[in-house]
């Protein structure tokens, strides 16, 4: 299993900035479907975004597309997420999630092929979360 801390979370106010990391140790971080999710009270886990750390397309939700980055630095196994231009329905707690996987292949995206085995694995390791308030 990879364990995962995630950090940055915090307050913010509407059309302000935060960048999430998630570091990852246990791992050979080139082989992982990476990702981020989100959950606020009362609501569903949505997937943010997620990424194939070996290479490939993005994939971003639509709901954060255009405001949201996600990116990795193999060197030091850790993924981001630069959230700028948040709104307040990006209230929620974030969790980092990896799950090890050869390259995806099918119909779409590596990224969004990563998002959909996240969504579904049993396999999947989680970090414990960390807050985003936006007021």
């Known amino acids: 299993h990879v364990q995962l801390v995630e950090s940055g979370g915090g307050s913010v106010q509407a059309g302000g900035s935060l960048r999430l990391s998630c570091a990852a140790s246990?791992?050979?971080?080139?082989?992982?479907?990476m990702g981020w999710f989100r959950q606020a009270p009362g609501k569903e886990r949505e997937g943010v975004a997620a990424?194939?750390?070996?290479?490939?397309?993005?994939y971003v939700a639509d709901s954060v597309k255009g405001r949201f980055i996600i990116s990795q630095d193999n060197g030091r196994n850790t993924l981001f997420l630069q959230m700028n231009n948040m709104e307040p329905g990006d209230t929620a707690k974030y969790y980092c999630?990896?799950?090890?996987?050869?390259?995806?292949?099918?119909?779409?995206?590596?990224?969004?092929?990563?998002?959909?085995?996240?969504?579904?694995?049993?396999?999947?390791?989680w970090g414990q979360g960390t807050q985003v308030t936006v007021s």
């Open positions: 246990g791992v050979t971080f080139r082989s992982y479907c």
């Open positions: 999630a990896a799950v090890r996987s050869p390259p995806p292949r099918g119909s779409g995206t590596s990224g969004g092929l990563c998002s959909d085995l996240l969504g579904s694995s049993q396999s999947v390791d």
């Open positions: 990424i194939y750390t070996g290479g490939g397309a993005k």
